[in-house]
């Protein structure tokens, strides 16, 4: 049996409004916090460990839990799991503002982004699922291009507004998310969008795996960087979370009311689109970290000014996006995704051999570049995912998708934010060593200074040769990000096919309901 609720006579252009303010704290919670890291890591004294785990766990609690909201958004309805998403991301998004100081303020900050998190998790595949719904399948490329570009402006905005934000106070840039919270839940209620849901039970086994999966192979990955490749305890928490995650695959196999339909990657375009969003997020996510970081630690800027840095991307990234969507409408997914791919990798590439130089103007025409590649191909990829599932899963659907993106984003920031400690700390040790500190005390002290990225909160006070060492280890980063771009378009170019995909799609992806049936989904 299936439910309806809402108009359908609905102003399309609302109910888009509505989505887009919904899920823009997510989106403007990703760069707002990395603008402001380097202030709330000196604020609270955490380590740099400490603040790289705040910001983690809310990507780590996303990509946990997506598959959560999807199944959630289409059983109950997708309209309600926004609006509770929303009210739960406001609420700890206000908790994580009153953080307080002391041994306390890493574990209580850790905690209530993971919330975040949970919140996002339960809103943003809802929030896609009306979209998608709500416009046909040729205009959804160019609506859902809408979607991802307006709220990746509004992400833009985050950097420049926390950076003033920062100056009364860096608890504002979680407090600023309650009245945009407000302005959604007015836009829902004016809108009415429909919402279609099946109600089916909840898959908690399945849910149980993969938490257990997620959480363990990216915790190991990101305490790589202190315990060392070394310890026995990294390569078991990787072993045990791949395994959980290769037990959950199985488990959903044989599981009548699965968390995810696993049969669905037998689609190929599905499959390969999930590849790529999967690489490609592991340098889109963390580049806001890196960059910031950045902008204050090598370039020594205020945050104020370091935010330009994630400002040029999205300009490349708006702009990119809409062009993209329209070629996803027009031609399909394949040229602007492996376009994109080839764009990103290339700005990255480039934008790696300018950092040393500690000027920003060399920088700003690649990290455009680098940014215009992402927006031409992150929506599309996940647009042509979606559209392989039926009205009935598109929640289940955004909600793989999201799983996949987060936990690529999850391991790129777990696996680079290990190479910049790890690099920034032998390029100080070499530097300590030429100096003429004796090598012992010279590896104490770098790794003194690795661990305590925020500084003394007076940019003047960063010797030169700390601030060329850290431009150094974001360089390499940057070329690891390059690297990632280009296989992601390698997996694109043999993976994906030519053309538009069919009307026909939308009546025959229909997911099964059942462990013995076999969906016929559209390549």
């Not at 509505?18 to 004294?45: C, E, K, R």
């Not at 490749?229 to 009548?256: M, Q």
């Not at 005390?441 to 003047?460: D, F, H, K």
């Amino acid at each position: 049996m299936t439910h309806a609720a809402g108009a359908r006579g609905q102003s399309k252009s609302l109910v888009l409004t509505a989505m887009i303010f919904a899920v823009a704290m997510t989106f403007i919670d990703q760069t707002i916090v990395s603008i402001a890291a380097p202030t709330v890591q000196h604020d609270l004294g955490l380590s740099s460990s400490g603040m790289q785990w705040a910001i983690n766990a809310y990507l780590l609690a996303l990509a946990a839990l997506f598959a959560f909201g999807g199944r959630l958004g289409d059983t109950v309805g997708h309209r309600t799991m926004v609006v509770v998403g929303v009210i739960i991301f406001a609420v700890s998004s206000a908790l994580c503002g009153l953080t307080p100081r002391g041994g306390a303020a890493e574990a209580w900050l850790v905690t209530f982004r993971a919330v975040q998190g949970l919140g996002g998790a339960l809103m943003f595949p809802a929030a896609i699922a009306i979209v998608v719904a709500t416009f046909d399948l040729h205009s959804r490329g160019r609506a859902l291009a809408l979607f991802f570009g307006i709220a990746g402006g509004l992400t833009a905005i985050g950097p420049i507004a926390g950076g003033y934000l920062i100056q009364w106070t860096w608890r504002s840039i979680f407090w600023i998310n309650v009245p945009v919270a407000i302005i959604a839940l007015v836009l829902i209620a004016l809108s009415k969008p429909a919402s279609e849901h099946k109600p089916a039970p909840i898959d908690y086994r399945g849910l149980a795996l993969i938490v257990g999966g997620v959480g363990l192979s990216v915790f190991g990955f990101q305490q790589s960087a202190l315990w060392g490749w070394g310890n026995p305890a990294i390569e078991v928490c990787i072993a045990a979370g791949v395994a959980l995650l290769v037990v959950f695959y199985f488990v959903e196999l044989h599981t009548d009311a699965p968390l995810i339909q696993v049969r669905i990657f037998r689609n190929r375009t599905f499959l390969v689109e999930n590849i790529v969003l999967g690489i490609a997020m592991m340098a889109f996510i963390p580049v806001f970290f890196f960059a910031s970081t950045y902008g204050q630690i090598a370039l020594a800027e205020k945050a104020t000014t370091a935010s330009l840095l994630i400002l040029y991307f999205f300009l490349g990234f708006v702009v990119a996006a809409q062009i993209g969507g329209r070629m996803l409408d027009r031609i399909g997914a394949k040229r602007p995704v492996v376009l994109g791919c080839v764009l990103a990798a290339v700005g990255f590439f480039v934008w790696a051999g300018k950092v040393t130089g500690l000027s920003s103007g060399s920088q700003v025409i690649w990290i455009i570049v680098a940014g215009a590649g992402m927006g031409l191909m992150l929506g599309q990829a996940n647009t042509d995912a979606i559209n392989r599932a039926s009205r009935f899963s598109y929640g289940e659907a955004t909600g793989i998708t999201q799983t996949v993106r987060n936990y690529g984003a999850s391991l790129g920031f777990a696996i680079l934010g290990t190479v910049l400690i790890n690099e920034f700390r032998s390029y100080v040790t070499n530097s300590l060593v030429a100096q003429g500190v004796p090598g012992q005390a010279a590896a104490v002290q770098a790794a003194r200074i690795a661990q305590l990225q925020g500084g003394s909160g007076n940019i003047a006070s960063i010797p030169q040769f700390v601030r060329v060492d850290f431009a150094t280890a974001t360089r390499d980063v940057l070329y690891g990000m390059g690297i990632v771009m280009a296989v992601a378009a390698v997996v694109a170019i043999f993976g994906l096919r030519r053309g538009v995909q069919q009307d026909a799609a939308a009546e025959t992806a229909v997911a099964p309901t059942s462990a013995t049936s076999v969906p016929q989904l559209p390549e």
